[in-house]
């Protein structure tokens, strides 16, 4: 399916050049000589000399709103052909470019020059040349806007400059922007879906933004979004292909790094290794100190995020049985720490040898699943009964307190609380994805540690414990009014199997925790008929359950602001229009998600100032696993959701936006 879109983006790409060449051609051929949208001119470094190498710059002047193409032009456009008419003996080498740029228009990638840029072309003069002997060449471009493509040719004369300093130095300029050739060859290979390069760069070297320019055509998509891992001195790229997918012996181009700067290449085909350090963003190359110092504070400020509220009924608990003694306390709160470092640690391997074998995972991925919400709907239905005083099992000990209650609350209050990702907790979550697994263990263990630390305190700090309200018969009560928040849960939990799963999952789901609460009772007040009969129908339910799964997920809910669903090919159009864009990431299972939509995006007065402004909303829905939104998030250094990006008009670099959105704070936005 995606080869076939591909297939159609570059017919449609072609489709639409040559439609712009079709009408244009006629009318120029009748319209009086117009100049070139592109100017150029050609010159030489300095005097020939006989036997040596001269270099001529070409250079190209694009006129407002105009560009011209590398040599591999992309997605559309054509390359530049010289035609040279050089001395007797004299030979034009390979055309050498600056470092092109991505240009997107009408969701069409281009490889292409908005600036003044030269061409470097190297000529041999032999032996025995004889001084002032013309060099001509004709030249032929296509010059394009976002409106029009119009094809260009000039016939210019080689012209020889007095040296000055003003010279010199403009040509020393011409000669940086081109990038440097690697000494050492890189290596690629082919996967059925990718192209796969080993680009040898010193690891000491810094890369801000990397891109790969493929200069062969018809092998890769060049829209697509490009990753990158590194392996010592190696930087492994990978690519999807596209076009025709045409095979090849030599594959070169220009990496480049951002702000024109670039190295070019070429690759021969061999090894390339697998399982390096995947490079994202900034936040991965922080020291370690700082990293599990952010995922400390972020599991801190979890307890106050909006996606731990329903639990927090679980921490009631707790925290009035710490009241009893200080021994007691101490327990409590170093099993309470146990079981979410235990359950923070686990979903942290559990996500990273998942990442291993090839799956696009993220923080949170456990409530992607139908089964996995399934299972936590049964466990909210027998707390819920459990804290309402219908049974008490030691397989469920909450409601009877001790260590094994605050282990038991610590494993769900972590299972629960960390699909949202808080302040601090993003960057920190981001890199775990990035480093190694014995760092990145220690980064999911700081959490968990920054999640339980109130408790943590309140078993070991008497003064602290004081504030607490003396252990009594009030306890029972509050047990059984905790009963209701928990409750709240676990009807939150059916709407998100229905939107997993479907209604007769969610049904089902729901179903089987009512069985297991009626067998408890049943078996609590020695009714065994019963117990068998509820034991029974909910065997039939445990089989049956992972077969009435549906493989569609619900449709999106409706939005205020008439979002876009999210692909790269979305948000590349709405960029290319120019108007602003406010992407935000959300998921039906993320709390804090919810919560921002209720107080800032899905309210009257967004929807108006985005009007106002014709402000493009893109809206991507991670309820359920998507490789192309995790591959994105990993792209922006996030490990999961919410995410918010704001991109101005006109494009520019994205504004990422808090995770913690204020009524006015898009309204503003869209007002600038």
Aim: proline content about 8%; some cysteine; overall charge negative.
């Amino acid at each position: 399916m995606q080869a076939s879109l591909t297939l159609m983006r570059y017919l449609l790409a072609a489709l639409l050049l040559w439609a712009h060449l079709l009408f244009v051609m006629p009318a120029d051929a009748q319209a009086p000589l117009q100049a070139n949208r592109i100017a150029a001119d050609l010159v030489a470094e300095h005097a020939p000399v006989p036997g040596e190498t001269l270099t001529v710059a070409l250079r190209f002047r694009p006129q407002e709103g105009w560009h011209g193409y590398w040599s591999n032009p992309g997605e559309a456009g054509l390359g530049m052909t010289l035609d040279w008419r050089l001395p007797p003996g004299w030979r034009a080498g390979e055309p050498q470019y600056p470092v092109p740029e991505l240009l997107w228009l009408f969701d069409i990638a281009n490889h292409a020059y908005e600036r003044d840029y030269a061409v470097l072309v190297p000529l041999e003069v032999p032996e025995g040349a004889m001084p002032g002997a013309p060099v001509t060449l004709d030249a032929q471009w296509l010059a394009c806007s976002d409106q029009l493509c119009v094809p260009e040719r000039a016939t210019l004369t080689l012209r020889y400059p007095q040296a000055s300093p003003a010279f010199a130095a403009q040509f020393d300029a011409d000669r940086a922007a081109i990038p440097p050739p690697l000494e050492s060859r890189a290596r690629f290979a082919f996967s059925p879906d990718r192209l796969r390069l080993a680009i040898p760069l010193p690891a000491a070297m810094t890369i801000g933004d990397p891109h790969v320019f493929i200069a062969q055509q018809n092998l890769v998509d060049y829209g697509a979004v490009q990753t990158y891992s590194r392996e010592g001195d190696l930087l492994v790229a990978e690519i999807p292909r596209g076009g025709l997918r045409e095979e090849a012996s030599l594959v070169g181009g220009i990496l480049a790094f951002g702000n024109g700067e670039g190295v070019r290449f070429e690759a021969v085909a061999g090894d390339v290794p697998t399982g390096g350090r995947p490079l994202r963003g900034e936040g991965s190359d922080a020291p370690l100190w700082l990293l599990l110092g952010g995922a400390l504070l972020g599991g801190l400020l979890l307890n106050l995020m909006p996606c731990v509220f329903p639990i927090l009924s679980l921490k009631a608990l707790t925290l009035a049985r710490v009241g009893e003694s200080e021994a007691k306390a101490r327990a409590e709160g170093v099993a309470y720490t146990a079981g979410v470092v235990l359950a923070c640690t686990a979903l942290g391997a559990i996500m990273l040898l998942l990442r291993g074998a090839g799956e696009q995972v993220g923080w949170a991925f456990q409530l992607q699943q139908p089964l996995v919400v399934a299972a936590l709907l049964v466990l909210a239905v027998l707390v819920t009964a459990n804290l309402a005083g219908l049974f008490e099992l030691p397989m469920l000990p909450i409601r009877s307190g001790g260590r094994m209650s605050a282990f038991a609350t610590g494993l769900l209050a972590a299972v629960v609380a960390t699909p949202c990702t808080g302040p601090f907790m993003a960057a920190a979550m981001g890199a775990a994805l990035l480093l190694p697994a014995p760092e990145a263990m220690l980064l999911f263990a700081a959490l968990g540690l920054g999640l339980a630390l109130p408790f943590l305190l309140l078993g070991f700090v008497p003064p602290l414990r004081r504030l607490l309200p003396r252990p009594g018969a009030w306890m029972e009560r509050f047990r059984r009014i905790m009963a209701v928040p928990m409750g709240l849960t676990a009807l939150a939990l059916v709407w998100l199997a229905w939107r997993l799963g479907g209604l007769h999952f969610a049904f089902a789901a729901l179903a089987l925790g009512v069985l297991l609460v009626t067998l408890f009772v049943a078996w609590r007040w020695d009714n065994l008929p019963v117990a068998a009969i509820a034991g029974a129908v909910a065997l039939y339910f445990v089989a049956s359950l992972p077969f009435r799964a549906e493989e569609q997920a619900a449709a999106a809910e409706a939005s205020l602001l008439d979002p876009v669903p999210f692909s790269e090919t979305a948000l590349a159009e709405a960029r290319a229009s120019g108007r602003p864009v406010f992407l935000w990431f959300t998921a039906d299972w993320c709390v804090t998600c919810k919560v921002n939509e209720r107080v800032a995006i899905e309210r009257e007065d967004t929807r108006a100032a985005f009007a106002a402004a014709g402000v493009t909303a893109v809206r991507g829905d991670w309820t359920r696993a998507d490789p192309a939104i995790t591959r994105f998030l990993e792209a922006q250094g996030a490990a999961g959701v919410p995410l918010y990006l704001w991109y101005p008009a006109g494009g520019g670099t994205p504004e990422q936006l808090p995770q913690i959105l204020t009524p006015a704070m898009l309204a503003q936005r869209a007002a600038r």
